[in-house]
């Protein structure tokens, strides 16, 4: 894994875009970030891009400061031959958060993400929210 300083994404943006694309398919929580809001966010410099060679497998992160607490969160896990890739890079992640200084790794995943993750130690957390995410199917349609 290495890592890619966020000032020079334009020279991968091209090639990271489709994954980005593919990530968010299919998601139906508003708050799940689209391919654009991660290369504004990336071009902003507020993310951190790990990468491995070649590029078909990348975890996009950043940290999070809150009062005396640190906490290293995933936004985006895209690419190919996912699970290929997923434990070496939790690897380099874990080892990033603690030398930064991190109290722990948040990942907001799909579901298949999820199963992967939770065989690298992680748990399902039921945070406090104030809006829930529902959907009701009307006959027979799956256009959701």
């Known amino acids: 894994m290495i890592l890619v300083p966020t000032k020079d994404i334009h020279i991968i ?10 990530s968010s398919e299919d998601v139906m929580s508003h708050n799940y970030e689209t391919a654009d809001d991660c290369l504004y966010k990336l071009k902003k410099g507020s993310f951190l ?10 975890v996009i992160v950043f940290l ?8 290293l969160w995933v936004s985006k896990i895209a690419g190919k031959n996912y699970h290929k890739h997923i434990e070496d890079a ?3 992640l874990e080892l990033f958060a603690k030398t930064t200084g991190c109290s722990d790794i948040v990942v907001y995943a799909r579901i298949g993400t999820t199963k992967e993750l939770f ?10 929210k104030k809006h829930i995410t529902v959907i009701k199917v009307i006959g027979d ?4």
């Open 90 to 92: 939790f690897k380099t």
């Open 49 to 58: 891009l790990f990468s491995s060679i070649p590029m078909e497998f990348f």
């Open 119 to 128: 065989k690298l130690g992680f748990e399902e957390v039921k945070f406090k």
């Open 13 to 22: 943006e091209d090639y990271i875009k489709p994954f980005l694309v593919k």
């Open 141 to 144: 349609s799956t256009d959701y």
């Open 64 to 71: 999070e400061i809150k009062e005396n607490t640190k906490r």
